[in-house]
């Protein structure tokens, strides 16, 4: 196919049965990207601080789940490469958001 090159391995954990409702929960508490302030609720992921895949325990540890949106899911959580991911998103996103909206995120 012409268009393999394009095509990414990414890997996912098995989610728990429990992450449908710690997710919902977390977008209650955290209805806004951290790093644009996007809060279309339709455009907003979960990331995982710590991804899944490399500690499976922290999956539904709230101190580790973080609001973006795709665009900044994408940037700031996985630095623009799915395979990878971001030991200092939440700093990178506020910084981001702090200069993007020229005041402080509110929490």
Not at 65 to 80: A, D, I, K, P, Y
Request: hydrophobic letters at 35%; proline letters at 4%.
């Amino acid at each position: 196919m012409m268009f393999n090159f394009f095509k990414k391995e990414v890997r996912y954990a098995p989610r728990s049965s429990e992450w449908k409702e710690v997710r919902k929960l977390h977008l209650k508490r955290e209805s806004e990207c951290i790093a644009c302030g996007k809060d279309s609720i339709k455009d907003l992921e979960v990331h995982h601080i710590v991804p899944v895949h490399i500690n499976k325990t922290l999956e539904l540890e709230p101190s580790n789940l973080v609001t973006l949106c795709t665009r900044c899911h994408l940037v700031f959580g996985h630095l623009s490469d799915y395979r990878s991911w971001n030991r200092n998103v939440i700093n990178d996103s506020l910084a981001y958001y702090d200069k993007v909206q020229d005041r402080p995120y509110k929490k």
